[in-house]
């Protein structure tokens, strides 16, 4: 008898050996674990607050709704919202991609994007807070901020709410061969974790392809050079300057409709009216046609040529608004206590003489007490005045935004709070500048890059302490960095962009 208990005992702890090596087996599929791997070890470490509950799949249906109302092509009217949204939704989908990796979360961030407020078809601005590993409270969060329905985000099951596993997972009697699975899968994949932020393994990963992509970019913009060269002569143009964020690639085809419109342009003897227009000017390729505070021209490489041959036809018209856009600048700083008013080269000319003269109008209207409070309080600032869409700022390189329908008693409100921080910020910029300037171009000599760049309105304090930790990286990083083309940005992870620059956070580790 004892000898038969013993067998049976034997016989079930070999079947338990095998059903456990079946299962670590399985577990070679990714995917397959990837899911159990997240139920299992919130079970076991935290709970259901760090459990997603949802596939990638079913995280982008339920999204559909968000992406639809933050589209930046739904604000191609407006470029500085278009691209806007496009950062933040890089951003976003980064964080999303990192819950889906066996991966710790990845660090908290902040986003906000512009949204068209369905009650009175303004435009609305929503933030939206990234954190923790818990992919379906992120969805529900994106889509409650921007009132739309959650109905297509999948429900948690009951059991799973209640002991922290997915229904019909693993029950009690394989929880020991849960934990050896997931200690011996931490193991395997120990040696090749790479968290999206670490700028060494990033450089092993995809130094290669950076290369190659550089190496391609290059040969495309020496024959794109050939084609602005001849374009440049043919019509008098002074210089040609790519704007979107589209690959360059996509530039041929533009410099080819121009080359054509002005082919099959009317012409006399003596003059083609597209290059009567485009002569002695700058030419830009952006979101939008018209033309431009420097009295340039910027086509919309998404508009038809048509809209091209209008915005040029229109232009002499159109250019005669500089002198009346240099006397409205002139009439606001008077009254903004000689501020100095912005009016970026690259945005349009007719819409910033309205905004400015807008704003003029409100002002004037006031009494004497309040025009004394904007002289006052807008003494020795930056200000640009912005579209209604936007809202009162303060800018990162203390620039103070002015919205044209703002209201007088709001923006003495925000001149009281943030004029001094404007005053400050400019102060101190132009030494943060040269201290950048100079810290970029150490590092180019000590690392040997082939570049170092970074994204336009970025925090030049950050990157000032980021490129600081460049400069003293170990000597096996410094190998890898040789011949590089660094771009600090504000995404959290490492990449590789077209041009075959390696996108880097300034968290980088």
């Known amino acids: 008898m004892c000898s038969v208990v013993s067998s049976k005992r034997i016989l079930l702890a070999t079947s338990s050996v095998v059903e456990v ?23 076991l470490y935290g709970g259901v607050g760090n459990m997603r509950y949802i596939s990638s799949q079913q995280a982008a249906v339920a999204l559909r709704p968000f992406y639809f109302a933050v589209h930046p092509d739904r604000f191609a009217n407006n470029p500085e919202i278009r691209a806007h949204n496009e950062r933040s939704l890089q951003t976003f989908n980064g964080y999303l991609n990192d819950l889906f990796r066996p991966q710790r979360p990845p660090d908290p961030v902040k986003v906000d994007f512009y949204i068209v407020d369905k009650n009175n078809g303004r435009l609305r601005k929503v933030q939206i807070s990234l954190t923790g590993s818990n992919a379906r409270s992120i969805i529900v969060a994106a889509l409650e901020k921007c009132n739309l329905p959650t109905k297509n985000v999948p429900m948690a099951s009951t ?47 995809h130094r290669e392809a950076a290369k190659q992509a550089a190496k391609a970019f290059e040969k495309t913009s020496r024959l794109l050079q050939e084609e602005v060269d001849e374009l440049e002569e043919r019509a008098g143009i002074t210089e040609i300057i790519w704007l979107t964020n589209w690959a360059k690639s996509h530039m041929r085809r533009s410099l080819l409709t121009v080359n ?13 009216s597209i290059v009567d227009a485009l002569r002695g000017y700058c030419l830009r390729f952006g979101n939008g046609s018209f033309v431009c505070c420097d009295g340039g021209m910027q086509f919309g490489v998404q508009d038809v040529p048509e809209v091209w041959e209008r915005v040029c036809s229109e232009a002499f018209v159109r250019r005669s608004q500089l002198p009346e856009l240099r006397g409205a600048r002139a009439r606001l700083s008077e009254l903004m206590g000689n501020a100095h008013i912005l009016a970026p080269p690259e945005r349009s000319l007719a819409q910033t003489v309205d905004q400015i003269q807008s704003l003029i109008v409100r002002i004037l ?48 409100s925000f001149l009281s709070e943030k004029a001094h921080l404007s005053r400050q910020i400019n102060a101190s910029l132009h030494r943060l500048q040269c201290d950048v300037e100079n810290v970029r171009r150490d590092c180019i000599g000590e690392l040997k890059l082939r570049d170092l760049t970074w994204q336009q309105g970025i925090n030049l304090g950050e990157l000032l302490s980021s490129l600081r930790r460049l400069q003293q990286v170990e000597a096996s990083l410094r190998e890898l960095l040789v011949g590089m083309w660094l771009h600090f940005d504000t995404n959290p992870t490492i990449y590789v962009m077209v041009d075959g620059r390696l996108s880097v956070p300034l968290e980088w580790v």
């Open 21 to 43: 090596f079946r299962k670590k087996t399985l577990c070679q599929n990714e995917m397959l674990f990837r899911f159990h791997w997240r139920s299992i070890s919130s079970s």
């Open 365 to 412: 209207t006031r009494d004497d007490s309040d025009r004394l409070r904007l002289q006052t309080l807008g003494k020795d600032t930056l200000i640009e005045v912005v579209s209604a869409y936007d809202e009162l700022a303060l800018g990162k390189d203390g620039r103070l935004f002015l919205p044209c329908n703002a209201g007088i008693k709001h923006v003495i």
């Open 260 to 272: 054509r419109l002005i082919t099959y342009a009317p012409s006399s003897s003596s003059s083609n």
């Open 159 to 205: 059991e799973a709410l209640r002991t922290g596993l997915p229904r019909s997972v693993f029950d009690s009697s394989e929880i020991d061969a849960a934990k050896e699975m997931i200690g011996l899968f931490r193991k395997k994949r120990s040696a090749h974790f790479v968290r999206g932020n670490d700028l060494s393994a990033a450089l092993r990963k």
